[in-house]
């Protein structure tokens, strides 16, 4: 353990990028057996719980506009999520999960469950284990927002 609480920061930040890399791995196989992608994947599960704009999902997952505007085009294509107006923004649409993208988030969860769960109990990882990381990872975020 690091007693310099910068260095455990950058450690940790260090290992987040990592299991992320690792896990989009992992997710790339996943998803293209259900013949879509992990960019896709990430996107549908961003407006799974409630319609967010591109660029209010683009911030949620760290990554350029345009970037989540190409993917969401795709999906909109495929009829996995749907525009409804923004009450906010006239020109900026929301995007909303349909019956078709949920029935595929849905998938894309049941596909990549017993792997995950496995994965977990072969490190002997605990779901207060995973509630704690999130926590702390959660308050990072917060002070980085502020």
Do not use: K
Not at 53 to 70: E, K, N
Request: glycine letters at 6%; aromatic letters at 2%.
């Amino acid at each position: 353990m690091a007693a310099d609480p910068h260095l455990a920061y950058r450690l940790l930040v260090a290992q987040v990028y990592e299991v992320a890399g690792l896990s989009r791995r992992h997710s790339d196989r996943d998803a293209g057996a259900e013949g879509t992608t992990t960019a896709q994947w990430h996107v549908l599960s961003a407006v799974s719980d409630a319609p967010a704009t591109v660029s209010q999902v683009a911030r949620r997952l760290g990554l350029a506009r345009q970037s989540v505007q190409r993917v969401a085009d795709d999906l909109l294509a495929r009829g996995d999520v749907r525009p409804v107006p923004n009450p906010d923004h006239v020109r900026s649409p929301l995007l909303e999960i349909t019956g078709t993208g949920s029935a595929l988030l849905d998938r894309l969860w049941e596909r990549s469950r017993p792997t995950r769960v496995a994965m977990l109990a072969e490190a002997g990882i605990s779901t207060a284990d995973l509630d704690h990381a999130a926590a702390t990872l959660a308050a990072l975020a917060a002070a980085l927002r502020s």
